[in-house]
């Protein structure tokens, strides 16, 4: 063989090689399925029935499982399949049901030897997942109608069309909703079905009995399909049959959950009257000794048997224990005998912080424990109490049951989520106000997830700065900023987006002009998912920069030479006493990475978060000189990547100081001699609600961009006052 040919034949295997092992992808096959139904009272109807194979529209004829999404348009699932083909799947349950019911004295397939006494048939008009917008339905519809074998009469006939909401792109939710339908439609229908064939079987015996009299044949049922909206209308009004006979059955926390059932197990299920992470676990007992736990609002696999549920907040004795039966093949329902508390911390503003409170039982004065409620700004979300009905009373932490000031009450009730307001001074703790949140506008407030904040103001400081490009000594300014956020919040996912603007002038006792002091402005955006209570990754992105001309004064007029990267000359700037060192976005630091973030302390008075993963920081000089030894000297842009950190504390000393510091460092991977460090630390005495004193002490370490001193320090005393825009 060739080369040329031996390569030729080689690419081909090559080209070939990836599709010949390409993996196909997997069918999956459904069947509809549902434990067997409680025998009906009273003695079975000596009568034998017939189940004859149900009509099916030939739509849903094939065993590829329907979708769609226009009531023109029909799709199928390629991969979705059931198991067998869909009449002869619904019409086996349809006999089973009839046979375990108890309601007659035979049910058969097909023509015996002898006649059966009634035929049941029917027809599936509707087996499908329909998508109607964003909102996702099962679609059952059905009619079945009893006929007598000997004349051909309709003695009795019933139909219905039923849509379930369930998730999107959920098919097992979507299988699951289509066997809880047909079910509780059949367990109506034997129950609709037993006076019926009692009255047949008796009209019947008195028409052969010598001297009875012939019984007038039984009108058929007017029972049809509900008004049909079309497929892409709203779904048709629930009708719980009596087994299960729950509000539970179409919950759609139950819907949404995709656990599967295996052989031999049953589930238990609890609603979460808020969102399940934000709830308390759930345990299950069995003879005293736990063996198995789980979450409101999903659910929890167990072998049949009978259990205790232990669910809530406080200690042990204070917590819910519910007794449970589980069956095979089934999902036992809890409905709600508790109740759900959502207490949301605000300040007078009405802006959620960290403010905490206690929770007493209003009537045995018991304590449930210490509440907080949620800093949003660091991804934190508000955790629910799950409590006995009554009533509550919610106190200052430290406070006793017979504080008459900076107290409030609540009642709960049995099934319900009370969402409480409690307005407190974020200074001194005391309450300013309390209240329930109206359920309605709790459900439509269009902020629940998307939440801005945005606050201007100004200060007067006196400023001490090391700094190379700024004056030493001590100088007088006047700055503005402008802080913003916005916060997006659906649990376990929070992304926060943080804007800050700050400009500053200063005015030296040397110069008769204001010179450009403070100007930055940051952007950045963090998302994090919460894993567990304390841990959970995340991933952030920002930049920083600054937006006016960056200039550099002197005391008296001199010459300054401009060199190039070299060091070699360019030109002098003669007689002058200020300089440009950069322009619009000069420089321009960009920061991205991703990694684990860890909640140390979470407490009252003390607040401790770190943040470690990888991390590049790439930083852009954008014609940004540096001024030493009466030169200019041009900036190289640089590339940092490596172990980015960041911890972030807050510490309460009195009702009116408090402590903050962020530090945000990156070790670069080819060497700590280039370690970045920025550090922000600031002490703040609240003199009002719009004005505060407060120290700043800020210092930035950046080797590669500083080529005087590596590390510079700021120095601020501020008179600071604030107002919240939104």
């Known amino acids: 063989m060739s080369r040329d040919r031996a390569l030729l034949v080689l690419l081909l295997g090559l080209l070939l090689f990836p599709a010949g092992c390409a993996k196909p992808t997997p069918r999956r096959f459904y069947a509809l399925t549902f434990p067997p139904a409680a025998t009906l009272t009273g003695q079975p109807a000596p009568v034998t029935v017939r189940v004859k194979e149900l009509a099916i529209v030939p739509t849903y004829a094939s065993n590829e499982l329907v979708f769609r999404q226009d009531i023109h348009e029909v799709q199928y699932y390629r991969t979705r399949r059931w198991s067998e083909r869909p009449q002869q799947m619904i019409t086996r349950l349809v006999r089973q049901a009839l046979d375990r019911s108890g309601l007659v004295g035979q049910v058969t397939s097909g023509l015996e030897e002898r006649p059966p006494d009634f035929v049941?048939?029917?027809?599936?008009?509707?087996?499908?997942?329909?998508?109607?917008?964003e909102e996702s339905f099962a679609h059952l519809a059905m009619t079945l109608q009893l006929t007598r074998f000997r004349d051909e009469a309709v003695v009795w006939r019933r139909g219905f069309d039923r849509r379930v909401k369930v998730p999107p792109d959920k098919v097992r939710a979507v299988v699951r909703a289509i066997s809880s339908t047909l079910e509780q439609e059949l367990q109506q229908a034997l129950t609709e079905l037993a006076p019926v064939l009692r009255g047949e079987a008796a009209a019947e015996a008195a028409t052969a009995t010598p001297g009875g009299t012939t019984a007038a044949p039984a009108p058929a049922s007017a029972v049809h399909p509900g008004p049909d909206e079309g497929p892409m209308g709203p779904p048709a009004p629930a009708r719980l049959g009596p087994d299960p006979a729950s509000p539970l059955a179409y919950h759609p926390q139950l819907l949404a959950d995709d656990t599967p059932l295996p052989a031999g197990r049953g589930a238990l299920f609890l609603p979460a009257l808020s969102q399940p992470e934000q709830e308390p676990s759930l345990a299950v007992y069995a003879d005293g000794e736990q063996v198995a736990g789980g979450r409101m609002g999903e659910r929890v696999v167990l072998r049949p048997g009978d259990y205790q549920v232990r669910l809530g907040n406080g200690a042990a004795e204070q917590q819910l224990a519910l007794p449970v039966r589980i069956e095979e093949g089934r999902d036992t329902l809890v409905v709600p005998t508790w109740a759900a508390l959502e207490v949301r911390v605000v300040n007078d503003r009405f802006i959620p912080f960290r403010g905490g409170y206690e929770l007493l039982d209003g009537r045995t004065r018991e304590e449930y424990g210490l509440g907080f409620g949620a800093d949003e700004e660091q991804g934190e979300t508000l955790r629910v109490w799950v409590l006995r009905p009554g009533l509550y009373k919610i106190i200052r932490p430290g406070g006793t049951y017979r504080d008459r000031t900076n107290f409030a009450t609540v009642q709960l009730d049995p099934g319900q989520l009370t969402r409480f307001t409690l307005v407190l001074d974020q200074d001194t703790g005391d309450f300013r106000g309390a209240g329930v949140v109206d359920a309605r506008e709790a459900e439509l407030d269009p902020r629940r997830r998307w939440r801005p904040r945005g606050i201007i103001g100004g200060d007067l400081t006196f400023n001490r700065s090391t700094a190379a490009a700024s004056q030493d000594g001590w100088n007088l300014d006047v700055d503005l900023f402008f802080d913003g956020m916005l916060t997006f919040q659906q649990q376990p996912h929070t992304v926060v987006s943080r804007l800050e603007l700050e400009e500053g002038q200063t005015r030296t006792p040397e110069k008769d002009r204001f010179t450009n002091r403070l100007d930055r402005i940051y952007l950045h955006t963090i998302y994090s998912y919460e894993l567990l209570p304390w841990f959970g990754p995340y991933a952030r992105a920002g930049l920083e920069s600054a937006l006016l001309t960056r200039t550099y004064d002197f005391d008296q007029p001199r010459d300054v030479e401009e060199v190039d990267a070299?060091?070699?000359?360019?030109?002098?700037?003669?007689?002058?006493?200020?300089?440009?060192?950069?322009?619009?976005?000069?420089?321009?630091?960009?920061?991205?990475?991703?990694?684990?973030?860890?909640?140390?302390?979470?407490?009252?008075?003390?607040?401790?978060?770190?943040?470690?993963?990888?991390?590049?920081?790439?930083?852009?000089?954008?014609?940004?000189?540096?001024?030493?030894?009466?030169?200019?000297?041009?900036?190289?842009?640089?590339?940092?990547?490596?172990?980015?950190?960041?911890?972030?504390?807050?510490?309460?000393?009195?009702?009116?100081?408090?402590l903050t510091s962020e530090v945000d460092t990156l070790v670069p991977l080819d060497g700590l001699g280039d370690t970045e460090i920025n550090w922000r630390s600031q002490a703040v005495l609240r003199l009002s609600s719009l004005a505060s004193l407060a120290y700043r002490f800020n210092l930035y370490r950046r080797p590669r961009l500083e080529l005087a001193d590596p590390t510079t320090t700021e120095q601020f005393v501020q008179l600071r006052f604030s107002y919240t825009l939104f």
Do not use: C
Request: hydrophobic fraction near 45%.
């Open 120 to 133: 049941l048939g029917g027809e599936i008009l509707a087996l499908e997942q329909l998508q109607a917008g």
């Open 566 to 658: 070299s060091g070699e000359h360019v030109a002098w700037q003669r007689d002058t006493d200020r300089v440009e060192l950069g322009g619009f976005l000069s420089p321009l630091q960009l920061k991205a990475g991703a990694g684990g973030n860890f909640q140390l302390v979470h407490t009252t008075d003390l607040d401790l978060a770190l943040r470690v993963g990888p991390g590049i920081w790439p930083t852009y000089a954008r014609g940004l000189l540096a001024f030493q030894n009466d030169r200019l000297e041009p900036v190289a842009s640089s590339l940092l990547y490596g172990v980015e950190a960041t911890v972030v504390g807050m510490v309460r000393l009195t009702r009116w100081v408090t």
